[in-house]
């Protein structure tokens, strides 16, 4: 395991509730590129390939299409793997296979009713990088995002008497248990503390409050995870995680996002025992 004091030291502290971010993410991806270790470099591979999945679905769509910035590949090596995915022989491309796989699905179903590309994109890289990372800890980042995503698609169809085991996505505990349990909590509440609050971030009606509850919790857990451990490949990982949330609000929102990051990060705090009634008898 990299240590990467001499980086890490020279960081700045973020907190979610920042406008203003003092680093940006091509800033410490420049400064990393000459001291992290080649085994890292793939570790941080996986991070940024969620941007080529939403590049992808842009340029599926358009392909002059405006492309995110830090992905790992430029427009011309994402049409190549379009021209790939609709050749004869997947196993000849050097792209991760699940994205040529994602796009002979997009040719196939895209505009479907109930089809949405960049959801399903998405879970198909969390369910990559949770088999695929050799990392302990992005492993299980990866394995809660796509629990979490799941749990609340899950809620949301039983909100609209919709088949709830015909919108869940790959296999494990979770998912298994929201396809069976018929329970308020699909039974995960005494298993994930993380259970009871997606339950309020569904219930939350406005939509922007939503995707900020959802995104505090997230940084609440890559806190904790990495809690008096400042100076590993998992801290690096964390920070970087940390600052794409916090550098996407402060675009999004100047003006209103210190005050009320700030609030909900002490609700959830707050609130951080699972309810009684959420417990399994």
């Excluded at 005494?190 to 997230?218: F, G, Q, T």
Aim: glycine residues 4%; charged residues 30%; aromatic residues 12%.
């Amino acid at each position: 395991m990299a240590n990467y004091y001499c980086i890490m030291a020279g960081l700045p502290d973020i907190h979610l509730s920042d406008t203003e971010p003092g680093y940006s993410i091509s800033q410490l991806r420049e400064a990393l590129h000459a001291e992290i270790s080649r085994h890292d470099e793939r570790l941080l591979h996986f991070l940024f390939l969620q941007h080529d999945c939403r590049n992808l679905v842009a340029l599926l769509r358009n392909e002059e299409a405006q492309l995110e910035e830090n992905g790992n590949y430029g427009r011309d090596e994402l049409l190549q793997l379009m021209d790939d995915a609709r050749g004869v022989d997947l196993g000849t491309s050097p792209y991760p296979r699940f994205l040529l796989e994602y796009v002979r699905e997009y040719d196939a179903k895209a505009g479907e009713a109930g089809y949405y590309p960049e959801d399903e994109v998405l879970m198909r890289y969390y369910s990559y990088c949770t088999e695929q990372c050799p990392n302990d800890l992005m492993r299980r980042w990866y394995q809660m995002n796509f629990d979490v995503t799941n749990l609340m698609t899950a809620m949301i169809a039983r909100r609209q008497g919709w088949q709830v085991s015909d919108y869940v996505k790959g296999e494990g505990e979770v998912a298994d248990m929201l396809r069976t349990s018929d329970a308020r909590d699909f039974n995960l509440g005494a298993l994930y503390d993380y259970v009871p609050e997606i339950m309020k971030i569904v219930d939350e009606d406005d939509p922007v409050r939503k995707e900020r509850m959802l995104d505090a919790l997230k940084w609440m857990w890559l806190e904790e995870q990495t809690f008096g451990d400042a100076f590993s490949e998992e801290a690096v990982f964390a920070y970087l995680c940390r600052l794409e949330i916090q550098e996407r609000w402060a675009h999004l929102d100047v003006e209103q996002g210190k005050e009320t990051f700030e609030q909900i990060i002490n609700d959830l705090r707050s609130e951080a025992q699972v309810p009684d009634e959420f417990i399994r008898k």
